[in-house]
């Protein structure tokens, strides 16, 4: 192989390592799965270094030093795309296709088909709604969490494609959830604002954040440990501000 085709498994390999990151696999998972597919094609020392923000690699191809780096701005959980690519990279350490042909297998592999923004508001209603009767709202409460819980996810989308990022977020959701859990039932559509506002915020709480931490702290990963469990509590704080701010606007009492 040349040069750039030991460049262009190092950076595959980085691909594939940061979709598995963005998609929520463990750090030890996408540690190793670089690893394997850099020593597949003949890279000695590879030294990979993974976290919830970034990912260095590090491999010796023929003599040459290959170093590369993967920035991280956000993180997901898609459990068909960490399936997909457990099982491409696999194949790509059992069969080390062509360099060339690795971009075009990782695209493969990630193109699956995503919900519509439709559902996604319908999958935020009936969440919200359910979580409202689970903590003892009545029916008129889960009708208006359910209402609330669709349209915080097309204000959602609004405030990301205007460049805000996960704290603004989850602060203005948060506060949207409040305001509209307070009028709403001062007007009569619902009884109880403290079940309404409680059931909205459930999808807005960081808890894959916190299991990804623990599942870091376990696998003896401390620094990604911290980070996620870090994250998790200052979005939870931020989601609180919100709400309670909201209330307070509003001349409420937040429960």
Known sequence: MTQNDFGLVMSAALDMGKILLVAGAEIY????????????????????????????????????????MRRIKYTDTDVEILDRLNA???????????????????????????????????????????????FAGGPADAAVSAFT????Y????LIKRTGGNRVFVDLLGSAYSAFMAVTLTRIGI???????????????????EMLNGSRDFIAGDIQAGLMHLAEALFLAI???????????LMGTKAV
Not at 40 to 60: C, E, L
Not at 103 to 125: E, H, L, R
């Open 149 to 152: 819980g669709g349209t915080l």
């Open 88 to 134: 491409l990279s696999r194949r790509i350490c059992a069969e080390t296709p062509a360099p060339k042909a690795l971009a075009g297998m990782i695209k493969q592999a990630t193109d699956v088909k995503k919900y519509t923004a439709v559902q996604m508001s319908f999958i935020y209603a009936f969440v919200s709604a359910a979580f409202t009767l689970f």
């Open 29 to 68: 998972r996408t540690e190793d799965t670089i690893k394997r597919i850099v020593s597949a094609y003949g890279g000695a020392g590879a030294q990979i270094n993974a976290v919830p923000s970034h990912i260095i690699a590090n491999a010796v191809f023929e003599g040459r030093e290959y170093t590369l």
């Open 238 to 248: 931020i989601i609180a501000v919100g709400a309670a701010g909201m209330f307070a």
């Open 154 to 157: 097309w204000l959602m989308q």
């Open 190 to 208: 619902g009884y109880d604002a403290d079940k309404v506002i409680i059931g909205v915020v459930m999808v807005l709480i960081p808890g894959i």
